[in-house]
């Protein structure tokens, strides 16, 4: 059947997308793919291993690798990781302890940021990931990121630029941006 729930979308070639959903009945990751030709594939859903309990994000850095994350029943972050070689890679949890959806963003190629709203107390965490230095950033804090937030969402406005905009539980919008410092 037909997956049904929130979806994310993103492009990686002219003329084509891929849609991803979280599927309302079994709670699992759906992906979709259309080709610049005009034809789609099959829905394909990453089974049990990847479950999660909020909307997917999806980010790519390139036409040839998307990384998707979602939440596990364990509150923590889960990934699996797309290239045009050798296809879908097996879903990994990559820590985290978050109440809310992930927001990732690519400043640039081999590069991207993810951003959460830490589940104890409500501040925002970050994690990059850049394969070209090693991969993977321990989950770090900031001062300039505290607060009691309910949602997190960012846009890259280049490779030394990254907005963050927040909302609070008690539904006011903030916004930080880094440009090597968070402001």
Known sequence: G???GEMAALSREVNGWDLFMRDYATEQICTKHRYPAGTYTNWQ???ESFKTTVPPTVVSWCANRMDVFGVGTNNQVIHVAWNSTTGWATPVFIGGDTKASVAAVSRGLYQFDLFITDRNSGSILTRS???RAGGWTPWSYS???AGDFSS???VA???N???VLTQSVDGDTYWKWWDGTWH
């Open 129 to 131: 990931y850049y394969d």
């Open 161 to 163: 630029r990254l907005d």
């Open 157 to 159: 406005q280049s490779a």
């Open 45 to 47: 859903c990453f089974g």
């Open 152 to 154: 997190v969402s960012a």
């Open 143 to 145: 001062t300039a990121l």
């Open 2 to 4: 037909t997956p049904r």
